[in-house]
């Protein structure tokens, strides 16, 4: 039965037409690929009969949203809970051949969470160099009557040579409220005074704090049950590529990595088992060619959540949406 959504409902969906038109878009590779032929496309099929076939060595930066350790229903492919031995045995199933698809430069995010993320640590250090891991606060989940409520995710960040890899902290800087603004000889010190308040550049540390969950008025919005923001994959890609640069997600879902990817010039390529998230992926895509926006980033910023410029055009864009 299809879903009654509110008249207001931003989440994406997909005509017969449309869907008819995204199947047709997508590939399905059945013997060894060149990398002109996965360039900026949705690999529909399993990966480990996907990833063979694809060439060595062609990713700048891979990022891994894999199905967490946790009872999951994917549009009827159903993930059940595992022991901690036979979850890092499924990602042993996989890992290593997708870490073969990253350039000996190349940079690497595998996402978790808390029962996951001592699994991805074992498999992920044996092939490659452990850089940091960063923990984002999800601020959306069920609260817990005999237990602290879950509100956080690891991502674990891997190189493969520690001395020669990518990153750029300036592009991913975040503008924060200044709430106690210090003065030296009364002009301001490491911030700037605007008229939607006092704000300063920081660094970006492993702990963020200003991710949003897509939800039901963002246009980014799947009904995709662990679809990430596209503001926490935009920090990954502006940090470990460049411009030009091919992004690949072999668990792609509803294509947030590409999508993303695309918004900000880069190239990409995504393997994803269940045909309709593959479409929904190219449906976001198309709709990138015209709108090129990230939520919660502008002008080459990141803002903190419900701040400033951006929570005024977040208000100025829902009020357009209800006219």
């Not at 045995?89 to 073969?100: D, G, H, K, T």
């Not at 990253?102 to 044996?126: E, H, N, R």
């Not at 879950?150 to 991913?172: C, H």
């Amino acid at each position: 039965m299809e879903k009654q959504r509110a008249q207001n409902n931003r989440t994406l969906q997909l005509s017969d037409s449309e869907r008819t038109f995204f199947q047709n878009r997508l590939t399905k590779l059945t013997k060894p690929a060149v990398i002109e032929d996965i360039i900026n496309t949705t690999l529909c099929g399993d990966l480990l009969q996907t990833v063979k076939f694809m060439p060595k060595q062609f990713a700048d930066l891979i990022i891994i949203d894999p199905p967490y350790n946790l009872k999951k229903d994917f549009a009827g492919n159903k993930f059940q809970q595992l022991s901690n031995d036979d979850y890092t045995e499924y990602l042993m199933s996989w890992f290593p051949q997708v870490v073969e698809c990253l350039k000996p430069d190349g940079s690497l995010y595998m996402c978790g969470d808390w029962k996951s993320t001592a699994a991805l640590q074992t498999v992920i250090q044996q092939y490659l160099t452990v850089i940091n891991r960063i923990t984002w606060q999800r601020e959306k989940g069920k609260g817990a009557k005999a237990n602290w409520k879950n509100g956080m995710e690891d991502i674990w960040f891997g190189v493969k040579d520690a001395r020669n890899y990518y990153f750029n902290v300036d592009a991913v800087k975040i503008k924060r409220r200044v709430l106690a603004p210090y003065r030296q000889d009364g002009q301001p010190k490491d911030w700037q005074e605007t008229d939607d308040g006092n704000f300063r550049l920081t660094h970006p540390s492993n702990f963020w704090d200003d991710i949003t969950v897509p939800y039901w008025s963002m246009p980014e919005n799947t009904d995709h049950p662990t679809q990430k923001p596209e503001k926490l994959i935009a920090k990954l890609i502006l940090a470990s590529s460049k411009e030009g640069d091919l992004i690949f997600d072999p668990f792609l879902g509803s294509g947030t990595t590409s999508v993303v990817a695309k918004k900000l010039n880069r190239r990409y390529c995504g393997i994803e088992m269940n045909e309709e998230y593959c479409c929904w992926a190219e449906k976001r895509l198309q709709q990138a060619k015209t709108d090129s926006s990230i939520q919660g980033y502008s002008d080459g910023i990141f803002w903190e959540r419900n701040s400033g410029a951006m929570q005024k055009k977040q208000l100025s864009n829902t009020l357009l949406t209800l006219l």
